[in-house]
């Protein structure tokens, strides 16, 4: 059975720093790619970036360039989000999920999602 189970939100301070993991099983991680996705409330999930199987980054949001990084530890089958300097406008529920593919580009085509992990920035 395919799973991908997110972790490591909680409420942080503006300035702050969290790293959210997705542990995966039920298939092998390093032959996909894994995305992170967020949604806001009242807002559309949007994509964040993702990580090819080479370790290739992508960012689709201009925002969290410079803030925010991605790495897999295949050997874990987990994959980590970084993010620092969290400002309001980041809290959302953040959401992993691996695409049918090796690598990031195009649009995503993708096979299972996590259940999502509140982040909420704040004082």
């Known amino acids: 059975q395919v799973q991908l189970v997110e972790s490591g939100g909680g409420l942080v301070q503006p300035g702050g720093s969290l790293r959210l993991s997705c542990t995966t099983s039920g298939f092998t991680l390093e032959y996909y790619a894994i995305n992170w996705y967020r949604q806001a409330p009242g807002k559309e999930r949007e994509e964040v970036l993702c990580?090819?199987?080479?370790?290739?980054?992508?960012y689709y949001i201009d925002s969290v360039k410079g803030r925010f990084t991605i790495s897999r530890d295949n050997a874990k089958n987990t994959v980590y989000l970084q993010m620092n300097s969290l400002k309001p406008e980041d809290t959302a529920v953040y959401y992993c999920a691996n695409r049918i593919s090796a690598g990031c580009l195009g649009s995503a085509d993708i096979g299972y999602w996590g259940q999502g992990t509140q982040v909420t920035v704040g004082a």
């Open positions: 990580i090819g199987t080479r370790g290739a980054i992508t």
